[in-house]
Protein backbone atom coordinates (compact mmCIF):
# COMPACT_ATOMS: atom_id res chain seq x y z
CA UNK A 1 0.00 0.00 0.00
CA UNK A 2 1.09 3.62 -0.71
CA UNK A 3 1.91 5.91 2.30
CA UNK A 4 -1.56 7.70 2.07
CA UNK A 5 -3.47 4.55 2.38
CA UNK A 6 -1.29 3.34 5.04
CA UNK A 7 -1.66 6.63 7.12
CA UNK A 8 -5.11 5.97 7.09
CA UNK A 9 -5.43 2.14 7.05
CA UNK A 10 -2.43 0.47 8.87
CA UNK A 11 -2.94 -0.51 12.44
CA UNK A 12 -6.11 1.24 12.22
CA UNK A 13 -8.67 -2.07 11.88
CA UNK A 14 -12.75 -1.16 12.28
CA UNK A 15 -13.23 -1.57 15.64
CA UNK A 16 -13.71 -5.63 16.51
CA UNK A 17 -16.53 -4.73 19.07
CA UNK A 18 -18.48 -2.19 17.65
CA UNK A 19 -17.20 -1.45 14.15
CA UNK A 20 -15.93 2.31 15.20
CA UNK A 21 -14.47 3.66 11.89
CA UNK A 22 -12.01 5.44 14.37
CA UNK A 23 -9.15 3.74 16.86
CA UNK A 24 -11.08 3.82 20.26
CA UNK A 25 -9.61 6.44 23.13
CA UNK A 26 -8.98 3.70 25.70
CA UNK A 27 -8.63 6.36 28.49
CA UNK A 28 -7.77 3.43 31.31
CA UNK A 29 -4.53 3.09 33.10
CA UNK A 30 -5.71 -0.68 34.21
CA UNK A 31 -7.07 -4.01 32.37
CA UNK A 32 -9.62 -6.64 34.52
CA UNK A 33 -7.78 -10.44 34.04
CA UNK A 34 -9.79 -13.65 33.37
CA UNK A 35 -7.57 -14.97 36.06
CA UNK A 36 -4.20 -14.28 37.02
CA UNK A 37 -1.56 -13.75 34.26
CA UNK A 38 -4.67 -14.33 31.43
CA UNK A 39 -5.76 -11.12 29.71
CA UNK A 40 -6.32 -10.13 26.52
CA UNK A 41 -2.63 -8.52 25.61
CA UNK A 42 -3.14 -5.45 27.80
CA UNK A 43 -2.21 -5.44 31.85
CA UNK A 44 -1.15 -1.42 32.33
CA UNK A 45 -1.10 1.54 30.49
CA UNK A 46 2.25 2.79 30.91
CA UNK A 47 3.35 -1.02 29.67
CA UNK A 48 1.01 -1.06 26.34
CA UNK A 49 -2.23 0.66 25.68
CA UNK A 50 -4.46 -0.42 22.60
CA UNK A 51 -4.59 3.62 20.88
CA UNK A 52 -0.79 3.71 21.68
CA UNK A 53 -0.26 0.22 19.75
CA UNK A 54 -2.38 1.54 16.85
CA UNK A 55 -0.12 4.70 16.90
CA UNK A 56 2.92 2.77 16.89
CA UNK A 57 2.12 0.33 14.11
CA UNK A 58 0.46 2.77 12.07
CA UNK A 59 3.79 5.67 12.57
CA UNK A 60 6.60 2.38 12.07
CA UNK A 61 5.04 1.53 8.65
CA UNK A 62 5.46 5.13 7.62
CA UNK A 63 8.80 5.57 8.66
CA UNK A 64 9.69 2.06 6.15
CA UNK A 65 10.43 0.50 10.02
CA UNK A 66 9.36 -3.11 12.14
CA UNK A 67 9.16 -1.21 14.91
CA UNK A 68 7.70 1.88 16.68
CA UNK A 69 7.76 3.17 20.56
CA UNK A 70 5.50 6.06 21.29
CA UNK A 71 6.54 8.25 24.21
CA UNK A 72 5.24 11.78 25.79
CA UNK A 73 7.47 14.18 24.82
CA UNK A 74 10.13 14.34 21.59
CA UNK A 75 12.85 15.25 24.42
CA UNK A 76 11.53 11.92 26.55
CA UNK A 77 12.48 9.89 23.35
CA UNK A 78 15.83 11.54 23.37
CA UNK A 79 16.33 10.63 26.74
CA UNK A 80 15.70 7.39 26.40
CA UNK A 81 17.53 6.61 23.29
CA UNK A 82 20.48 8.50 25.77
CA UNK A 83 19.97 5.42 28.07
CA UNK A 84 21.14 3.27 24.77
CA UNK A 85 24.72 4.81 25.72
CA UNK A 86 26.62 4.72 28.84
CA UNK A 87 28.94 7.42 30.62
CA UNK A 88 32.37 7.98 28.99
CA UNK A 89 31.03 7.04 26.05
CA UNK A 90 30.99 9.19 23.01
CA UNK A 91 28.50 11.12 21.19
CA UNK A 92 29.40 12.68 18.26
CA UNK A 93 26.71 15.78 17.45
CA UNK A 94 25.45 17.93 14.70
CA UNK A 95 26.22 20.95 15.95
CA UNK A 96 23.32 23.06 15.02
CA UNK A 97 21.15 20.68 17.16
CA UNK A 98 17.87 21.44 18.24
CA UNK A 99 18.41 23.43 21.24
CA UNK A 100 16.73 21.28 24.09
CA UNK A 101 18.57 18.55 22.97
CA UNK A 102 21.97 20.60 23.38
CA UNK A 103 20.97 21.46 26.67
CA UNK A 104 19.68 18.18 27.70
CA UNK A 105 23.13 16.62 26.25
CA UNK A 106 25.59 19.42 27.33
CA UNK A 107 23.61 20.28 30.69
CA UNK A 108 22.41 16.63 31.95
CA UNK A 109 24.49 14.11 30.05
CA UNK A 110 27.99 15.51 30.07
CA UNK A 111 28.56 16.38 33.75
CA UNK A 112 27.36 12.49 34.31
CA UNK A 113 30.24 11.91 32.33
CA UNK A 114 28.67 11.07 28.64
CA UNK A 115 31.23 12.54 25.86
CA UNK A 116 29.87 14.92 23.31
CA UNK A 117 31.30 16.52 20.43
CA UNK A 118 29.54 19.19 18.39
CA UNK A 119 30.80 19.38 15.04
CA UNK A 120 29.17 20.83 11.60
CA UNK A 121 27.31 18.33 9.80
CA UNK A 122 29.86 17.99 6.94
CA UNK A 123 32.48 17.32 9.50
CA UNK A 124 30.56 14.39 10.78
CA UNK A 125 32.13 11.35 8.85
CA UNK A 126 35.50 12.55 9.82
CA UNK A 127 34.92 13.06 13.28
CA UNK A 128 33.72 9.62 14.12
CA UNK A 129 36.30 7.47 15.72
CA UNK A 130 36.43 4.09 17.39
CA UNK A 131 35.12 5.09 21.02
CA UNK A 132 32.01 6.58 18.92
CA UNK A 133 28.86 4.78 20.09
CA UNK A 134 25.93 7.24 18.95
CA UNK A 135 25.97 9.80 16.00
CA UNK A 136 23.10 12.08 16.25
CA UNK A 137 21.81 14.08 13.47
CA UNK A 138 18.88 16.37 12.54
CA UNK A 139 18.29 17.57 8.61
CA UNK A 140 17.58 19.91 8.02
CA UNK A 141 18.87 21.54 11.12
CA UNK A 142 16.85 23.70 13.07
CA UNK A 143 16.75 26.54 13.40
CA UNK A 144 19.73 26.84 10.67
CA UNK A 145 18.35 24.52 7.75
CA UNK A 146 21.59 23.01 7.20
CA UNK A 147 21.50 19.66 5.06
CA UNK A 148 23.34 16.72 6.53
CA UNK A 149 24.63 13.67 4.42
CA UNK A 150 22.76 10.93 6.30
CA UNK A 151 24.10 8.22 3.95
CA UNK A 152 27.91 9.44 4.23
CA UNK A 153 27.08 9.48 8.19
CA UNK A 154 25.84 5.92 8.49
CA UNK A 155 28.41 4.37 6.48
CA UNK A 156 31.21 6.48 9.04
CA UNK A 157 28.84 5.06 12.14
CA UNK A 158 29.08 1.49 10.86
CA UNK A 159 32.41 1.19 10.07
CA UNK A 160 32.96 1.55 13.75
CA UNK A 161 29.72 0.06 15.18
CA UNK A 162 27.77 3.10 16.15
CA UNK A 163 24.63 3.70 16.13
CA UNK A 164 23.05 6.61 13.54
CA UNK A 165 20.10 8.47 15.32
CA UNK A 166 18.26 11.21 12.55
CA UNK A 167 15.72 13.49 13.87
CA UNK A 168 13.44 13.22 10.94
CA UNK A 169 10.88 16.27 13.27
CA UNK A 170 11.32 18.87 9.86
CA UNK A 171 10.93 16.76 7.10
CA UNK A 172 8.55 13.93 8.19
CA UNK A 173 8.73 10.55 6.87
CA UNK A 174 6.64 11.82 3.97
CA UNK A 175 9.46 14.10 2.83
CA UNK A 176 12.64 11.65 4.29
CA UNK A 177 12.85 8.13 5.27
CA UNK A 178 16.17 7.81 6.78
CA UNK A 179 16.30 4.45 6.94
CA UNK A 180 16.73 4.03 3.30
CA UNK A 181 20.00 5.69 3.52
CA UNK A 182 21.30 3.83 6.58
CA UNK A 183 19.65 5.28 9.61
CA UNK A 184 19.66 2.66 12.45
CA UNK A 185 17.02 4.87 15.00
CA UNK A 186 14.81 7.80 13.88
CA UNK A 187 13.22 10.01 16.33
CA UNK A 188 10.60 12.37 16.11
CA UNK A 189 8.88 14.67 17.99
CA UNK A 190 4.89 14.63 17.02
CA UNK A 191 4.34 17.41 18.82
CA UNK A 192 5.15 18.99 15.38
CA UNK A 193 4.00 17.83 11.97
CA UNK A 194 2.85 14.42 12.83
CA UNK A 195 0.37 15.96 14.99
CA UNK A 196 -0.09 18.98 13.02
CA UNK A 197 -2.74 21.01 14.89
CA UNK A 198 -0.47 22.33 17.72
CA UNK A 199 -2.66 20.39 20.48
CA UNK A 200 -0.16 17.78 21.76
CA UNK A 201 3.30 17.00 22.91
CA UNK A 202 5.28 14.19 22.17
CA UNK A 203 7.25 12.15 21.03
CA UNK A 204 8.30 8.50 18.90
CA UNK A 205 11.47 6.45 18.31
CA UNK A 206 11.67 3.75 14.92
CA UNK A 207 13.70 1.09 14.43
CA UNK A 208 14.18 -1.83 11.88
CA UNK A 209 17.36 -3.20 14.56
CA UNK A 210 15.37 -6.37 17.00
CA UNK A 211 17.96 -5.99 19.50
CA UNK A 212 17.29 -1.71 19.59
CA UNK A 213 13.83 -2.17 19.36
CA UNK A 214 13.65 -4.78 22.32
CA UNK A 215 15.72 -2.81 24.23
CA UNK A 216 13.57 0.26 23.66
CA UNK A 217 10.64 -1.17 24.29
CA UNK A 218 12.29 -2.57 27.85
CA UNK A 219 13.32 1.94 28.24
CA UNK A 220 9.81 2.58 27.40
CA UNK A 221 7.65 0.67 29.97
CA UNK A 222 10.58 0.83 32.78
CA UNK A 223 11.96 4.99 32.28
CA UNK A 224 7.84 5.56 31.47
CA UNK A 225 8.37 8.80 29.26
CA UNK A 226 4.79 7.21 27.71
CA UNK A 227 2.03 9.20 26.20
CA UNK A 228 -1.76 8.93 27.58
CA UNK A 229 -4.03 7.45 25.11
CA UNK A 230 -5.76 10.76 23.95
CA UNK A 231 -2.63 12.45 22.84
CA UNK A 232 -2.05 8.81 21.01
CA UNK A 233 -4.89 9.24 19.38
CA UNK A 234 -4.27 13.02 18.31
CA UNK A 235 -1.26 11.68 16.52
CA UNK A 236 -3.37 8.72 14.98
CA UNK A 237 -5.38 11.85 13.52
CA UNK A 238 -2.60 14.02 12.39
CA UNK A 239 -1.24 11.34 10.29
CA UNK A 240 -4.09 10.83 8.05
CA UNK A 241 -3.86 13.96 6.57
CA UNK A 242 0.33 14.33 6.67
CA UNK A 243 0.25 14.01 2.72
CA UNK A 244 -2.07 16.71 1.76
CA UNK A 245 -0.80 18.95 4.42
CA UNK A 246 2.95 18.49 3.73
CA UNK A 247 2.20 19.23 0.40
CA UNK A 248 0.64 22.20 1.25
CA UNK A 249 3.45 23.39 3.83
CA UNK A 250 5.80 22.29 0.83
CA UNK A 251 3.94 24.81 -2.02
CA UNK A 252 3.44 27.68 0.66
CA UNK A 253 7.62 27.49 1.76
CA UNK A 254 8.15 27.75 -1.52
CA UNK A 255 6.58 30.89 -2.43
CA UNK A 256 7.14 32.80 0.82
CA UNK A 257 11.39 31.69 0.02
CA UNK A 258 11.23 33.23 -3.17
CA UNK A 259 9.33 36.53 -2.05
CA UNK A 260 11.71 36.44 0.44
CA UNK A 261 14.93 35.95 -1.56
CA UNK A 262 14.16 38.77 -3.80
CA UNK A 263 13.48 41.40 -0.67
CA UNK A 264 15.80 44.91 0.18
CA UNK A 265 15.08 43.65 4.22
CA UNK A 266 16.06 40.23 4.24
CA UNK A 267 20.12 39.79 3.87
CA UNK A 268 19.78 35.93 3.54
CA UNK A 269 17.25 33.02 3.01
CA UNK A 270 17.92 29.78 4.63
CA UNK A 271 15.67 27.63 3.00
CA UNK A 272 16.85 24.58 1.04
CA UNK A 273 14.36 24.67 -1.98
CA UNK A 274 16.23 27.54 -3.06
CA UNK A 275 18.61 26.92 -5.81
CA UNK A 276 21.26 29.51 -4.12
CA UNK A 277 21.06 26.69 -0.92
CA UNK A 278 24.29 25.56 -0.17
CA UNK A 279 22.34 22.25 0.87
CA UNK A 280 20.12 22.45 -2.11
CA UNK A 281 21.67 19.76 -4.16
CA UNK A 282 21.89 17.15 -1.53
CA UNK A 283 18.04 17.93 -0.33
CA UNK A 284 17.06 17.37 -3.51
CA UNK A 285 18.66 13.98 -3.34
CA UNK A 286 17.57 12.51 0.29
CA UNK A 287 13.74 14.43 0.30
CA UNK A 288 11.59 14.44 -1.76
CA UNK A 289 10.35 18.46 -1.48
CA UNK A 290 12.00 20.83 0.68
CA UNK A 291 9.65 21.36 3.90
CA UNK A 292 8.24 23.63 5.71
CA UNK A 293 10.44 25.35 7.47
CA UNK A 294 12.34 29.16 6.73
CA UNK A 295 14.96 31.05 8.27
CA UNK A 296 15.91 34.16 7.47
CA UNK A 297 18.77 36.77 8.22
CA UNK A 298 17.37 40.50 9.16
CA UNK A 299 19.51 43.49 8.80
CA UNK A 300 20.25 43.56 12.41
CA UNK A 301 18.64 41.73 15.62
CA UNK A 302 16.36 44.65 16.16
CA UNK A 303 14.81 44.51 12.70
CA UNK A 304 14.53 40.60 13.93
CA UNK A 305 13.18 41.43 16.91
CA UNK A 306 10.73 44.00 15.22
CA UNK A 307 9.36 41.89 12.70
CA UNK A 308 8.66 38.92 14.48
CA UNK A 309 6.42 41.31 17.14
CA UNK A 310 4.11 43.05 13.66
CA UNK A 311 2.80 39.89 11.68
CA UNK A 312 -0.47 39.27 12.25
CA UNK A 313 -1.56 36.26 10.89
CA UNK A 314 2.02 34.35 11.91
CA UNK A 315 1.27 34.25 15.27
CA UNK A 316 4.85 35.07 17.30
CA UNK A 317 5.17 31.41 18.85
CA UNK A 318 7.53 28.43 19.40
CA UNK A 319 6.68 24.81 18.17
CA UNK A 320 6.36 24.60 14.19
CA UNK A 321 4.85 22.37 11.90
CA UNK A 322 0.96 23.16 12.88
CA UNK A 323 -1.23 24.16 10.31
CA UNK A 324 -1.00 27.71 11.54
CA UNK A 325 1.56 29.60 10.84
CA UNK A 326 4.33 30.56 12.74
CA UNK A 327 7.27 33.47 13.84
CA UNK A 328 10.13 33.30 15.90
CA UNK A 329 13.29 34.84 16.83
CA UNK A 330 15.45 31.51 17.79
CA UNK A 331 18.00 33.46 19.67
CA UNK A 332 15.98 34.51 22.58
CA UNK A 333 13.34 31.75 21.74
CA UNK A 334 13.52 28.46 20.81
CA UNK A 335 17.93 27.93 20.78
CA UNK A 336 18.29 30.12 23.50
CA UNK A 337 19.50 27.27 25.57
CA UNK A 338 22.57 27.59 22.92
CA UNK A 339 23.43 30.90 23.54
CA UNK A 340 26.52 29.91 25.25
CA UNK A 341 27.34 27.49 22.30
CA UNK A 342 30.23 28.10 19.39
CA UNK A 343 27.28 27.81 17.41
CA UNK A 344 24.37 30.12 18.49
CA UNK A 345 21.61 31.26 16.30
CA UNK A 346 22.58 34.84 15.13
CA UNK A 347 20.80 37.52 16.89
CA UNK A 348 19.13 38.63 13.52
CA UNK A 349 18.13 35.40 12.84
CA UNK A 350 14.03 35.08 11.95
CA UNK A 351 12.45 31.45 11.69
CA UNK A 352 9.03 30.54 10.32
CA UNK A 353 6.94 27.43 10.19
CA UNK A 354 5.17 27.84 7.11
CA UNK A 355 1.10 26.82 7.66
CA UNK A 356 -1.06 26.01 5.10
CA UNK A 357 -3.60 28.83 5.15
CA UNK A 358 -3.22 31.15 1.95
CA UNK A 359 0.16 31.80 0.43
CA UNK A 360 -1.08 35.40 -0.75
CA UNK A 361 -2.22 35.91 2.32
CA UNK A 362 1.16 35.15 4.36
CA UNK A 363 3.27 36.91 1.86
CA UNK A 364 0.93 39.75 2.56
CA UNK A 365 1.86 39.63 6.32
CA UNK A 366 5.44 39.93 6.12
CA UNK A 367 5.32 42.09 3.68
CA UNK A 368 3.84 44.59 5.71
CA UNK A 369 5.75 43.41 9.10
CA UNK A 370 9.14 44.12 7.02
CA UNK A 371 8.07 47.62 6.05
CA UNK A 372 6.84 48.78 9.13
CA UNK A 373 10.15 47.59 10.73
CA UNK A 374 12.20 49.50 8.30
CA UNK A 375 10.06 52.11 8.59
CA UNK A 376 10.47 51.93 12.43
CA UNK A 377 14.32 51.23 12.31
CA UNK A 378 14.20 54.75 10.42
CA UNK A 379 12.92 57.02 13.34
C1 LIG B 1 13.91 19.01 15.72
C2 LIG B 1 13.34 18.82 17.09
N1 LIG B 1 13.62 17.70 17.78
C3 LIG B 1 13.13 17.48 19.02
C4 LIG B 1 12.33 18.42 19.65
C5 LIG B 1 11.82 18.15 21.03
O1 LIG B 1 10.47 17.76 20.99
P1 LIG B 1 9.39 18.01 22.15
O2 LIG B 1 9.21 19.50 22.26
O3 LIG B 1 8.18 17.28 21.66
O4 LIG B 1 9.94 17.44 23.41
C6 LIG B 1 12.01 19.60 18.97
C7 LIG B 1 11.16 20.62 19.62
O5 LIG B 1 11.03 21.72 19.14
C8 LIG B 1 12.54 19.81 17.66
O6 LIG B 1 12.28 20.94 16.98
Not at 252 to 269: C, M, Q, S, Y
Request: aromatic residues 8%; contains cysteine; charged residues 20%.
Amino acid sequence: MDFETRAIHTGQEPDPATGAATVPIYQTSTFVQEAVGEHKGYDYSRVSNPTRTALQICLASLEGAEHGIAFSSGLGATTTVMHLVNPGERVVCVNDVYGGVYRMFSQVYGPKGYEFDFVPGAEIPERIDERTRLVWLETPTNPLLNLVDIQAAANAAHAVGALLVVDNTFATPYLQRPFELGADVVLHSTTKYLGGHSDLIGGFLATNDPTVAERLYFLQKSLGAVPGPFDSWLVLRGLKTLAVRMQKHCDNARAIAEFLDGHPKVETVLYPGLASHPGHELAARQMSDFGGMISFLAESEEEAVAICGRTKIWWLAESLGGVESLIEHPARMTHASTADAPFAAPGNLVRLSVGIESADDLIADLEAALVRSAATAGT
